[in-house]
């Protein structure tokens, strides 16, 4: 396979890794909470979007923002009323409650859904420039995974929530005096990690089949790009997720498909090593 081909493959895939990671990264980064939901909720705007356009022919670029305002209110819900109550117990307290109510999530999902694999079919061809080949789908889910990333660090950067939620997660004991309400706070970051992967999950069920199996693979990816790029930033999980891209795709041409998983693992595991913060990462947030 020629070169090009491959780091179109990698670059296409780490789009939309960066787009399945930057919520988890965002809740890791700022609420000190490992959400152990987050593969389960990429699933579940998966199925949500397969049936608007499986029963009411909704294409899924019009379901998109529906399907995100419903999974930020889901967020911010279980934010608000349960997780806030342990918000400050050690992370493995707040890991076993997102992990809990993972398990119930998952097993509804199995049980009202089953467990068959969606896809929603656009049939839209594929493209060829210069002789690397990219189906249409997916060139449309990396330009749309680039642009909700790309929107949602405009966002933290220029909206006073964005500021906010930066102030938080740099002190959050100034914040407070500063008049910030870090509970809202904490229920705003949790919902939008929520509603990004939920708008990751309208684009992963456009390119690969969905179902509840996948959640646990998608939990571990997220994990990856946030150890690559560094924690808690857009840019971090925006590199970490290309990078993890690349890596990815060029392994499975070398090493076969079935490999690829581990030389991502082992990644992470020298980075750990190496520089804990991540390529872009801020000391203190590793």
Same mark, same amino acid.
């Given at each position: ?124 061809? /594929? !493209? ?10 997916? @060139?449309? *889910?990396?330009? =749309?995974? +680039? &642009? $909700? ?99 990815? /795709? !060029? ?10 998983? @581990?030389? *991502?693992?082992? =990644?992470? +595991? &020298? $980075? ?15």
């Amino acid at each position: 396979m020629d070169l090009g081909q491959i780091a179109m493959n990698g670059l296409a895939l780490g789009a939309l890794y960066a787009c399945l990671a930057v919520g988890f990264s965002l809740v890791w980064g700022v609420l000190n909470v490992i959400n152990m939901l987050h593969g389960s909720f990429i699933v579940l705007g998966g199925y949500l979007t397969f049936f608007a356009w499986s029963y009411f022919g909704i294409n899924p670029i019009v379901s998109l923002p529906f399907v995100a305002a419903l999974m930020f209110v889901l967020g911010y819900v279980l934010q608000y009323f349960i997780i806030n109550k342990v918000i400050s117990a050690p992370v493995l307290t707040t890991l076993t409650l997102t992990f809990g109510l993972d398990m119930i999530l998952y097993n509804l999902m199995t049980v009202w859904f089953t467990a068959t694999p969606r896809r929603v079919r656009m049939n839209l061809g /594929s !493209f060829d420039l210069f002789g690397i080949v990219m189906p249409v789908d997916r @060139i449309f *889910g990396m330009a =749309l995974a +680039l &642009l $909700l990333t790309g929107l949602l660090f405009y966002v933290m950067r220029t909206s006073r929530i964005g500021r906010a939620i930066v102030a938080v997660r740099m002190d959050r004991t100034a914040a407070e005096l500063m008049g910030i309400k870090v509970r809202n706070i904490y229920a705003i970051t949790f919902g939008l990690g929520a509603l990004m992967a939920g708008a990751a999950g309208v684009i992963f069920v456009m390119v690969f089949p969905t179902t509840t199996s996948v959640a646990g693979i998608y939990l571990g990816k997220a994990f990856i790009v946030c150890v690559i790029g560094g924690l808690g930033s857009v840019p971090g999980a925006l590199v970490g997720g290309l990078v993890l891209g690349l890596v990815e /795709s !060029f392994s499975a041409h070398v090493f076969g498909p079935q490999q690829a998983l @581990i030389v *991502g693992f082992l =990644l992470m +595991l &020298l $980075l750990l090593l190496v520089k804990p913060t991540g390529l872009v990462g801020v000391r203190g947030y590793e």
